[in-house]
């Protein structure tokens, strides 16, 4: 299975491609999409959709992972980076590539062990598990580090539901207008 990781951003849009048989996880291919700067907005947005649909179209990814943002001290950054983010999930649904969703924390968790591991810990982490021989930008590891957390993710699922396979641990029961997780 080919997995698209993408770190969203304005100005720069990291992604990271890795293959994933088995457990075994292969880097395809890693880097930024760049927008300037100097543009109106929505001229750097269709930048990000199109280099989106562009990078979809050459490596045909079977799945997405995608960055989920939180809000940054900066009102008017968050909404930029809201606007960037709903660039690249619309650019990657309107090729056809399912889309999961990762907080940082649970990608700098699932690379690194912690939670709240910087961003230099993240690239040699990720530089050590897909074997590279230097660290990708700093986009383009957390992008490869997205993607890697949906390989773990989706891994995780497979053998959850291996070893229940006449029902689901983890399907939503609703109870009361409330979802819960137990099993049924």
Same mark, same amino acid.
Do not use: C
């Given at each position: &299975? ?29 880097? #930024? ?28 990814? *079977?799945?997405? $992972? #995608? ?16 606007? $960037? ?20 924390? *649970? ?18 982490? #990720? &530089? ?14 957390? $992008?490869?580090?997205?993607? &890697?957390?949906?390989? *773990?993710?989706? $891994?995780? &699922? ?27």
């Amino acid at each position: &299975m080919r997995i698209l990781g993408i770190d969203p951003g304005l100005r720069i849009t990291g992604y990271g491609i890795i293959d994933v048989e088995g457990a075994s996880q292969t880097y395809v291919a890693s880097g #930024v999409i760049r927008s300037d700067d100097t543009t109106p907005l929505p001229t750097r947005l269709h930048t990000l959709f199109s280099g989106l649909v562009e990078l979809v179209e050459h490596y045909k990814p *079977q799945v997405a $992972a #995608v960055e989920i943002v939180f809000v940054n001290v900066n009102p008017q950054s968050t909404l930029l980076l809201g606007q $960037a983010r709903g660039a690249a999930l619309t650019a990657l649904t309107h090729a056809g590539v399912a889309v999961s969703e990762y907080t940082a924390l *649970q990608v700098k968790k699932a690379t690194v062990g912690n939670g709240k591991a910087s961003k230099l810990q993240v690239q040699e982490m #990720v &530089m050590r598990l897909l074997t590279l021989p230097g660290p990708p930008s700093a986009d383009a590891a957390d $992008a490869l580090a997205t993607a &890697m957390t949906h390989a *773990q993710n989706l $891994a995780f &699922m497979k053998s959850m539901s291996a070893a229940s396979p006449n029902k689901s641990l983890l399907a939503p029961r609703l109870r009361k207008g409330r979802t819960s997780w137990r099993n049924r």
